[in-house]
């Protein structure tokens, strides 16, 4: 769930909502001639151009592209007839394609591909297009121009998806300071720039502290407890970190969870979990004073824009509308979740007392034993469960549900350009005519980010003639050698899910304009595709196909599967309230008097303390370290998010479970119809209604955790 992030956060992103990145129409041959800025050509209906770009080329077609880009913006402020939608919105929508193509092309390498010349460039260009973005927002003329289209809309005979496409792009304008004086313009350009460079600090002292700092283990026995595969990777770490013979455990979530879980040293365990949790907190990549400036640079121009906070700014443009309503929804789940922990520390304390182990449960033990009480109480082992997750059939499973319920079918393809050969490339059809292409980026390496997540290379759109979208989804499993199969756990087929579901609500898009199409939703509604595609993994129907034993080759047993159908709300407590302590944390943080300046540390203290926080548990993401929330504007004042598109998912589940089956064809195609295809072509809230025949049921969701509902 909120373990997941969604497409590559770059400081071009901001960029990218205004600009997509399609066809573009020939003028000028020579900026045709960068790869970066070209149309895709290829088959397929065109490709990325992965194997011409060089490093060097990006930033001048970024240069480039943003030259091309003011020309087009002028000569439509520049029209001589009065403004139509026409000659204003549908051609601004239409402008800026090739800087749109090298910003988002950029943006994926810099994800996927990173070294130090790829770093030099992003610092160098985020400033930049940040400026850019301001220089776009504040044309006075182009505002103007749509203003006037904005205040003759009553009688301009627009169809629903114009006149949506004229709301947000009005809005997009209007929210960010396009109707301020020069003098506040001027002042949201310098915060707009000094964010850019904050955020750049931010991120950079966080990855400082998961690269340099590590626990170097000495002793074979000090690995007692880890599964075989754990040690192999941490003797792999010893030898990447030039201490062959040792075993190291790495300050990334992915190496620290499982040492966390597994290892029997409880000292080892504290001293892992808190450098893991102390990313970002002290000496020189200490992040402290650059929150208090972000904070205070965000209060300023959420003021200079007409909202009381950075939060109120932020969530105005969402479904939640207030912090108010989504502080609401967290707070309505947060005493049950709680009262789930106390239950589940008091389960591990039992244990604990009953191995003699003269403990008291603290923060570094949660995992420890909540794994000891999953097998003792459902007599699951993740060890045993991982042994049917073959990554391959994994995938395929999804291939299938997808056939199943949207009839879609993937033919992996050859010829087509990669950024790494590990890529692979799948077309995607229906009734043999092409929906799509999808990339996959499955294994870790260096330069490539933590974590999984779905990028979108081209947005479908039927505006200027049909483009079918190409979307990617990407994710860091460890590559085994030649001919063995990769295992996976049961939590990463599930994020294999979710992020495929992005890849589905990209894929399956059926929208004119590319601003309105795919995944480019409010975020409180884009994790909802997503977050519902999970479902389909425990169904018996993929498992009794899919999850085949790497060695027996036999499918999982049904005892197993039920092991895990019970076992599915197994430490609750813990993942929701580790979750919602971060996305309070966020809400109020922002929302909060900046006056003086906010320590951020001295915050996280007193508000935990105010709403009874377990003190067994720490936030996701410590303030120091969250990523999230103060690497750019990305999920900032929006961590909520997550549970609330968890709502509508929790709902929109039980519709299918209602009409008898997760495979229901009538309700996958009203939900294709009415929630995959429409992107942001109509509210969310009404496309929600138009699916489910009412709002949607908070209580879905409670029932979904497994917590009492209250009347
Ligand atoms: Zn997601």
């Known amino acids: 769930m909120q373990r997941r992030t969604f497409l590559a956060s770059s400081a071009a992103s901001a960029v990218l909502v205004m600009f997509r990145n399609q066809l573009a129409f020939a003028k000028d041959p020579d900026w045709m001639k960068n790869p970066l800025l070209a149309p895709f050509t290829g088959p397929y209906g065109g490709v990325p151009?992965?194997?011409?770009?060089?490093?060097?080329?990006?930033?001048?077609?970024?240069?480039?592209?943003?030259?091309?880009h003011r020309a087009e913006l002028k000569a439509i402020a520049e029209t001589k007839e009065p403004a139509t939608f026409a000659n204003t919105i549908a051609a601004y929508e239409d402008a800026g394609r090739p800087f749109g193509r090298a910003a988002n092309l950029m943006g994926t390498l810099a994800g996927t591909m990173s070294d130090k010349e790829m770093q030099a460039v992003e610092t160098e260009t985020a400033p930049m297009l940040a400026a850019y973005g301001d220089e776009v927002i504040q044309n006075e003329a182009l505002f103007a121009r749509i203003k006037a289209v904005?205040?003759?809309?009553?009688?301009a005979k627009l169809e629903p998806d114009q006149a949506r496409l004229l709301e947000t792009h009005y809005r997009s304008f209007a929210r960010r300071g396009a109707a301020?004086?020069?003098k506040e313009k001027e002042r949201v350009k310098q915060i707009n720039e000094k964010l850019a460079a904050l955020y750049t600090t931010?991120?950079?002292?966080?990855?400082?502290?998961?690269?340099?700092?590590?626990?170097?283990?000495?002793?074979?026995?000090?690995?007692?407890?880890?599964?075989?595969?754990?040690?192999?990777?941490a003797a792999a770490n010893g030898e990447a970190t030039k201490q062959k013979g040792k075993w190291v455990i790495r300050n990334t979530r992915s190496s620290v969870d499982p040492f966390l879980t597994y290892s029997t040293n409880r000292d080892l365990r504290k001293k892992v979990w808190q450098m893991f949790v102390g990313?970002?907190?002290?000496?020189?990549t200490a992040n402290q004073a650059t929150i208090t400036q972000i904070l205070s640079l965000r209060a300023e121009r959420a003021k200079l824009f007409g909202f009381a906070s950075?939060?109120?700014?932020?969530?105005?443009?969402?479904?939640?509308?207030?912090?108010?309503?989504?502080?609401?929804?967290?707070?309505?789940?947060?005493?049950?979740a709680i009262a789930r922990v106390k239950e589940e520390v008091a389960d591990m304390q039992k244990l604990a007392d009953g191995e003699k182990a003269g403990i008291k449960i603290e923060p570094f033990d949660y995992r420890f034993y909540a794994e000891k009480v999953r097998k003792a109480k459902y007599d699951l082992d993740q060890n045993e469960v991982k042994g049917y997750l073959q990554l391959e059939n994994i995938r395929e499973a999804m291939f299938w549900a997808a056939g199943q319920l949207y009839g879609l079918k993937?033919?992996?393809?050859?010829?087509?350009?990669?950024?790494?050969?590990?890529?692979?490339?799948?077309?995607?059809?229906?009734?043999g005519k092409r929906v799509g292409v999808w990339y996959f980026d499955p294994y870790a390496r260096d330069g490539k980010r933590s974590g999984a997540w779905m990028s979108e290379y081209r947005t479908q759109e039927s505006f200027k003639g049909v483009l079918t979208p190409i979307v990617s989804n990407n994710c860091n499993y460890v590559k085994g050698k030649a001919g063995e199969p990769v295992l996976i756990s049961w939590d990463d087929a599930e994020t294999l899910f979710h992020e495929f579901g992005h890849a589905l609500h990209g894929l399956l898009s059926n929208i004119r304009y590319p601003t309105l199409a795919g995944t480019n939703t409010l975020r409180d509604f884009v994790e909802f595709p997503s977050q519902i595609n999970e479902h389909w993994l425990s169904t018996p129907e993929v498992l009794n196909k899919f999850a085949i034993h790497y060695q027996t080759k036999k499918p999982i047993p049904k005892e197993l599967v039920e092991k895990i159908q019970k076992a599915k709300n197994f430490n609750q407590g813990f993942t929701t309230v580790e979750y919602l302590m971060s996305a309070i944390y966020d809400m109020r943080i922002h929302t909060a008097a900046v006056g003086k300046g906010?320590?951020?540390?001295?915050?996280?203290?007193?508000i935990f303390k105010e709403i009874g926080a377990p003190k067994e548990i720490v936030m996701r993401h410590r303030p120091t370290q969250f990523l999230h929330i103060f690497a750019d504007d990305g999920y900032s004042a929006g961590y909520y998010s997550y549970l609330w598109a968890d709502t509508l998912t929790a709902d929109a589940a039980e519709a299918f479970k209602e009409a008898g089956s997760l495979y229901d064809k009538a309700t996958a195609k009203k939900f294709e119809t009415m929630i995959l295809s429409i992107g942001n072509s109509i509210p969310p809230d009404e496309a929600f209604r138009k699916f489910r025949g009412r709002d949607v049921d908070t209580n879905a969701l409670m029932r979904d955790r497994g917590f009492p509902v209250a009347k």
Do not use: C
């Open 150 to 155: 904005w205040d003759g809309r009553a009688g």
């Open 310 to 336: 950075h939060a109120h700014w932020i969530v105005d443009d969402n479904m939640a509308k207030t912090p108010d309503k989504a502080l609401a929804l967290m707070m309505k789940v947060w005493p049950a």
């Open 180 to 182: 301020l004086g020069k």
């Open 49 to 68: 151009p992965w194997d011409k770009i060089k490093t060097a080329n990006i930033k001048p077609a970024l240069l480039l592209g943003m030259d091309l």
């Open 279 to 284: 990313r970002g907190e002290a000496g020189k």
């Open 202 to 233: 931010f991120r950079q002292n966080t990855l400082a502290d998961e690269e340099a700092k590590m626990i170097v283990i000495d002793k074979e026995a000090d690995l007692a407890g880890l599964p075989d595969g754990l040690k192999s990777a």
């Open 410 to 431: 993937f033919t992996q393809v050859k010829g087509v350009p990669v950024y790494h050969p590990d890529m692979r490339v799948y077309e995607v059809t229906r009734g």
């Open 598 to 606: 906010i320590d951020p540390s001295e915050f996280e203290k007193s």
